[in-house]
């Protein structure tokens, strides 16, 4: 059964940085496109980035562009979200997903198959 399983969000004032990690089970990342969203109450969720590691492509939303970026540690199967620069918009549930979206579904929801349950970050003005 595939699990993921995201942590280290937290509170953070205007300016910070933060990252959050997302570890995976049953699968290898390396094998698929690892993806990040975040959800703000009363929002949609919505696409932060995301990368290919089979052919090194990564993207970004605009807001996040230039302050965020994604790593990963395959030794421990671990994939990172360095969140730098961090304002106050940034509040919200960081979710990261793994799925092999084609490339007009790279920046959906619908492109990803297995989704983690969310961790919490908030920033402070």
């Known amino acids: 059964q595939v699990q993921l399983v995201e942590s280290g969000g937290g509170f953070v004032q205007a300016g910070g940085s933060l990252r959050v990690s997302c570890a995976a089970s049953?699968?290898?990342?390396?094998?698929?496109?690892v993806g990040w969203f975040r959800q703000a109450p009363g929002k949609e969720r919505e696409f932060v980035a995301a990368r290919r590691w089979s052919v090194g492509t990564t993207y970004y939303a605009d807001s996040v562009k230039g302050r965020f970026s994604i790593s990963r540690d395959t030794t421990i199967n671990t994939v990172y979200l360095q969140m730098n620069s961090l304002k106050p918009e940034d509040t919200a549930v960081y979710y990261c997903?793994?799925?092999?979206?084609?490339?007009?579904?790279?920046?959906?929801?619908?492109?990803?198959?297995?989704w983690g349950q969310g961790t919490q970050v908030t920033v402070s003005s």
């Open positions: 049953s699968i290898t990342f390396g094998e698929y496109a």
């Open positions: 997903a793994a799925g092999r979206p084609i490339a007009s579904t790279i920046r959906t929801i619908a492109g990803y198959r297995y």
